[in-house]
T-cell receptor, first 111, second 113 residues
């Protein structure tokens, strides 16, 4: 069983739509990462969160520790946002540096 | 330019022939990690290193070895590769383990026949 579950697995949107990608985890965590994998395969680190909310441009990441849930929102989506979005967590009590990954959400934004 | 460099980018080889995938970073990062990515399974951590001479197992360490003799380099060694190690491999580094961002290499696609 994967400790980290992402939903949806696939998401298609029209340009301009508001996007939400979800990540839930089954045990306590001390940090959560959001990554973006471009169609060419390159991976970029977007956010690291342990509480609250972070914003960078049109991307917003939130986390609710009690509900064991994080969301990644994209406002005014654009075709260049098409990518796989990956959530990763460090479990509370595990060694620093040990990460567990969700299986990713494939986002396609059509013009 | 700050970067994580992996070599080779692509390799096709045969079962049992030892190979090394190199990973080098020029940012003086303490933390480095190796991941493999497989369809339907996503990314999984193989090994990671908190600093020179400090390495630890991730999710799927079987069949792999690593070493961290210098801060900039973190090679991944497959002593006796097998077909189930055919995968896309990524190396990454960050200033420290829980620091953002983690910088990723471009990936190494290994095919083991």
């Amino acid at each position: 069983k994967n400790e980290v579950e992402q939903s949806p697995q696939n998401l298609t949107a029209q340009e301009g739509e508001f996007i939400t990608i979800n990540c839930s985890y089954s045990v306590g965590i001390s940090a959560l990462h959001w990554l973006q994998q471009h169609p060419g395969g390159g991976i970029v680190s977007l956010f690291m969160l342990s509480s609250g909310k972070k914003k960078h441009g049109r991307l917003i990441a939130t986390i609710n520790i009690q509900e064991k849930h994080s969301s990644l929102h994209i406002t005014a989506s654009h075709p260049r946002d098409s990518a796989v979005y990956i959530c990763a967590v460090r479990l509370r009590g595990s060694t620093l540096g040990r990460l567990y990954f969700g299986r990713g959400t494939q986002l396609t934004v059509w013009p | 330019e700050a970067q994580v460099t992996q070599n080779p980018r692509y390799l096709i080889t045969v079962t049992g022939k030892k190979l090394t995938v190199t990973c080098s970073q020029n940012m003086n990062h303490e933390y480095m990690s190796w991941y493999r990515q497989d369809p339907g399974l996503g990314l999984r951590q193989i090994y990671y290193s908190m600093n020179v001479e400090v390495t630890d197992k991730g999710d799927v360490p079987e069949g792999y070895k690593v070493s961290r003799k210098e801060k900039r380099n973190f090679p991944l060694i497959l002593e006796s590769p097998s077909p189930n190690q055919t995968s896309l491999y990524f190396c990454a580094s960050s200033f420290r383990a829980d620091y953002q961002p983690q910088h990723f290499g471009d990936g190494t696609r290994l095919s083991i026949l």
